[in-house]
């Protein structure tokens, strides 16, 4: 096994806080919050929160949700994330009066926080409202209020793990301790 390159573990949280300005239906229906993250490879992970029912009183709905990933990745996956943004979607889900059924969900805002963003905050971390797209009423926009926290750990440096195994030919022995020496490797760097 060669030099593996520096890792970097990336600790993300995000919070979903509440929506203002919602515009209400007369039907029954819930909203929810669906999110996308960028994992590499143009690939997104999709995370939605718990959908809560909207009354035609409410002004505010409120989430007060949190979520919270963990990934390992080089310096250049770091650098490309840095490129990306968090797309924030806020769904409504309508109940059709077919046995009582929930239907498909629909868009109703969506908005963005670029990566670099968060990156470059103090802490890097921000709790913001983001403008969910166009609004007929200028006076009062659809706004989603979230807080996003990146915590990364510092680079390892890793060593070779043929350097430390007692057989020096672990690529022919398949060495049991083959693994033993991975983690070891990683714990050095930390």
């Known amino acids: 096994m060669g030099i593996v390159s520096n890792l970097c573990s990336l600790k993300f949280e995000a919070k979903i ?20 993250l960028h994992a590499g490879s143009n690939r997104k992970v999709e995370l939605n929160t718990a959908e809560i029912c909207s009354r035609s009183a409410d002004k505010v ?5 949190s979520f919270g990933l963990e990934c390992q990745g080089n310096e250049t996956a770091v650098e490309e994330l840095k490129q990306e943004s968090v797309v924030f979607e806020l769904r409504r889900r309508k109940m059709t009066s077919f046995v009582r059924k929930w239907s498909k969900s ?8 670029s990566w670099r963003s968060v990156m470059e905050s103090d802490g890097m971390e921000i709790e ?5 797209g166009e609004t007929k009423d ?20 890793t060593k070779r793990v043929e350097d430390l195994c007692g057989c020096r030919d672990c690529r022919t022995c398949n060495c049991l301790d083959y693994e033993a020496f ?4 990683a714990l050095d760097g930390i």
Do not use: H, T
């Open 17 to 36: 806080v509440e929506a203002r300005n919602v515009e209400l239906m007369s039907s029954p229906s819930s909203l929810f919050v669906r999110f996308y």
């Open 61 to 65: 709905m409120i989430w007060d949700q």
């Open 106 to 113: 629909e868009l109703v805002g969506r908005g963005e926080v």
């Open 128 to 132: 913001r409202f983001v403008v969910m």
């Open 138 to 157: 200028c006076n009062k926009p659809l706004m989603l209020k979230i807080a996003l926290k990146l915590q990364a750990s510092k680079l390892v440096n």
């Open 182 to 185: 991975v983690v070891a490797c």
